[in-house]
C-alpha cells in the first residue's frame, strides 16, 4: 500500500485525514493538539464540521431524548437561541483566550485557537449521539449511567479545550490555568461590556421614538 506525503493529498484526501484526526486529539491531547497547530493536522473544514455535528446533535437531542431525561417545551423554546448558547460562548471563548495570551507571549493566532476548540469538541460528538439514542431503552433506574456519561464527555471536552490551549500558546501547565481562569473572566467583562452597550443603544432608540412622537403629535 503505497502511503501519500500529506502534501500531496487532494483537498478532499487532506479534509477526511483532517477529520480523522481528531480522533487522535481526543485519545492523545499533548501530542494531538501540537500537532494540530504546529505541525498543521488540523483544517478549518474539519473544525467546522465538528462544530456543526455539535448544534446539529444539541437540537436533535431536543427531540429524540427520553422524555425521561429531557422535558421539552416546544410552545417556550427559541431554536436560535438554544443554538447561540453554543456559540456565543465559543465566541467569547476564542476571542478573550486570543486577546489575553497576545499580550503574554501566548503563540497561538486568533484561528488556531478556534480550530483547537471546535476538535475538543469531539466527544461530545462521539458520546453525547449513542446516548441519545440509549436514552430511550433504559428506565429511570438505569438513567444514571446517561446522566455520568454524558457529564463525562462534557467535562472531557473541557479538559481537551483546556490542553488544547496550552499546546497552542506554548505554556506551562500552571500557567495555562492561571490564563484559562483569566479567560473565564474576560468573558465574563465582555458580557457586561456588551450588556452596558446594548442598554445604550436601546435606551437611545427609546429616545430618539420618543421625540419622533412628539414632533408627529404637534404636527
Known sequence: MIVKPKENLSPREKY???LKFALYCVSHPLDGFWDLT???????????TILVLSLLI??????YTSFLFMDVYWEDLNI???????LFPLSLWVVG???????????????????ATCYAFTPYVLVQF????FSNFVTVQEGQFYVVVSTLSLIYSAL???AAM??????SAGKNLLFTVATLFAMLVMIFILMIFFSMISQGVAYFISLAKEFMFRM
Request: hydrophobic share 45%; charged share 20%; net charge positive.
Open 80 to 86: 436560535f437561541l438554544y443554538l447561540a448558547s453554543i
Open 130 to 133: 449513542p446516548l441519545m439514542v
Open 97 to 115: 483566550n486570543w486577546g489575553l495570551t497576545t499580550l503574554f507571549d501566548g503563540k497561538g493566532k486568533l484561528g488556531q485557537v478556534y480550530m
Open 58 to 63: 444539541r437540537i436533535m437531542k431536543l427531540r
Open 38 to 48: 504546529h505541525e498543521k493536522r488540523g483544517t478549518y473544514a474539519a473544525a467546522n
Open 16 to 18: 477526511i485525514d483532517s
Open 166 to 171: 496550552g499546546q497552542i500558546h506554548e505554556y
Open 160 to 162: 481537551l479545550v483546556i
